[in-house]
């Protein structure tokens, strides 16, 4: 809301939309929210440390393309162990929400944690 005052006399409340207030992506064509995605992974806790980031490679918030995701990995993981994880995390993602995903896991640690405030949990990047 901007207020009340309009050259032009009228008395309502003027205003202005700044665009998107939700989470909320669109992949191929389905709402997904990355409050549910983190769910999924934070149900894998102690495999995965619970924290998780969508990559947004593209513009807007819609794509065509796989949503990929940076996964935390439990310290210690052998690569056998970090294959079946990310498979495991793409299948419960694609099994629970119909969306494809490509999961990149890294080391715990490695991603912001929430402190007073909340993270965001789909970040920019530029379109490749």
Excluded: W
């Excluded at 440390?49 to 990929?68: C, N, V, Y």
């Excluded at 162990?81 to 969306?99: F, G, P």
């Amino acid at each position: 809301m901007t207020g009340t005052d309009c050259p032009c006399g009228r008395t309502g409340y003027k205003i202005r939309c700044v665009g998107r207030t939700d989470d909320m992506l669109i992949v191929r064509d389905i709402n997904v929210f990355s409050s549910a995605i983190k769910q999924l992974v934070a149900e894998l806790v102690p495999a995965a440390s619970g924290e998780m980031r969508i990559r947004a490679d593209f513009d807007g918030h819609s794509t065509q393309k796989p949503l990929p995701l940076v996964v935390e990995c439990a310290a210690g993981f052998t690569p056998e162990r970090q294959t079946d994880l990310r498979a495991t995390i793409e299948q419960r993602v694609r099994s629970a929400l119909n969306v494809k995903t490509i999961v990149t896991l890294v080391r715990e640690g490695t991603l912001k944690r929430p402190d007073h405030v909340k993270v965001n949990l789909v970040e920019r990047a530029a379109p490749a």
